[in-house]
């Protein structure tokens, strides 16, 4: 119940203060919400497996958007940005279904 | 209990196995619940914000360093087209205004040679220096090819312009008549004829008392002739415009 109350909340927040990215951080911000989306997915998922830790979503969550930060960044040093924050996302995705098959098969039984 | 191999997050830590099996959602103390609202509340509002900047036009700030690379070469591209364009004009609103005091030129300049021509046709009144030719005639001496040479010597000492008798002298005029009775262009002149000849005085005074020119031949039948220069004399008959009927300008 507390991840969807903070997830509603934090939107709300969001669309009432509309803060403007500051200009560093524009790049990486993207990639954060989806590593911290796949953070969640597989959050759920272990719920749904009974195996929820609060001690591993926390560090899993903060880890993936630290990782997924670090790697945009290495790869806009190294010119390459554009290509690996693509990279990123389509990895970070295809987690992301594969927790959502899981939730599914909990969820439907299919 | 789960069928799916390894769960892809570290999520999937195993359990604890120390502690006794409680359900899920006992597992996790305040501390933890607390830590875990901030997070997705953070996430949301990340998603949030990024969604409403995707959204509002602040694309360009966020691209990276090729896009924004492409973007300016693109602009910048765009911009030479734009200038070139702009220099085209220019050029072209110089031409046109350069041809618009060129040709006001021109028609300056055709007036000034529609004043000559009237002047040398005899169109439009003229001054300037000549000489008064006064032929004092009595017993009709004078004949028509006498008029007729004394006009073509004067024009052939340089007259510009002349009239005879208040009869301007042009292109085409005809002399006709009989001695006595002589036509100028139709119009009958008398003596003694007077002649306003429009000129360098000193030539055609010099011209005409040649030896066996006009005025010894004409003085030697019998008539007078009186030549005086002027400084300033005034030729103001003025014969009709002609149109050409047959004869156009050669444009090209």
């Known amino acids: 119940m507390i991840p969807i109350l903070g997830l509603a909340a934090g939107v709300l927040l969001g669309l009432l203060f509309d803060p403007t990215v500051p200009l560093w951080l524009q790049p990486y911000l993207p990639i954060a919400v989806v590593a911290a989306l796949d953070a969640v997915f597989g959050g759920f998922r272990a719920r749904l497996d009974r195996i929820f830790d609060a001690k591993v979503f926390v560090i899993s969550f903060v880890s993936n958007v630290v990782v997924a930060a670090l790697i945009v960044f290495l790869g806009d040093q190294l010119g390459v940005g554009a290509q690996l924050s693509t990279a990123v996302v389509v990895v970070l995705g295809i987690r992301i279904f594969g927790n959502a098959a899981a939730i599914r098969r909990h969820v439907f039984r299919a | ?252």
């Open chain 2, 1 to 252: 209990m789960t069928t799916t191999p390894e769960p892809e997050g570290a999520e999937a830590a195993p359990p604890p196995p120390a502690r006794p099996r409680r359900p899920w959602w006992r597992r996790r103390g305040p501390r933890a619940g607390a830590l875990i609202g901030v997070l997705t509340l953070l996430l949301g509002f990340a998603l949030a914000v990024q969604v409403r900047n995707t959204d509002t036009d602040q694309v360009l700030a966020g691209a990276r360093e090729e896009d924004l690379v492409r973007i300016l070469e693109e602009v910048t591209s765009r911009g030479q087209r734009l200038r070139e364009q702009i220099a085209d004009e220019r050029a072209a609103l110089r031409q046109l205004t350069s041809s618009d005091s060129r040709s006001a030129g021109a028609l300056e300049e055709a007036r000034l040679r529609a004043d000559e021509l009237g002047v040398l046709t005899g169109t439009l009144p003229a001054v300037g220096p000549g000489l008064r030719l006064t032929v004092r005639d009595a017993g009709g001496t004078m004949r028509v090819t006498d008029l007729l040479d004394t006009i073509q010597e004067l024009r052939g000492a340089g007259a510009e312009t002349m009239q005879v008798d208040g009869v301007r002298v042009g292109l085409s005029t005809a002399v006709t008549g009989q001695p006595g009775a002589l036509l100028l262009d139709g119009r009958p002149i008398t003596a003694p004829y007077e002649f306003l000849v429009l000129g360098d005085p000193q030539n055609i005074e010099t011209a005409l008392n040649i030896p066996g020119g006009v005025v010894q031949s004409l003085t030697g039948r019998g008539a007078s002739v009186v030549v005086t220069q002027e400084a300033e004399l005034l030729v103001d008959a003025v014969r009709p415009r002609e149109e050409p009927r047959y004869a156009a300008p050669d444009d090209d």
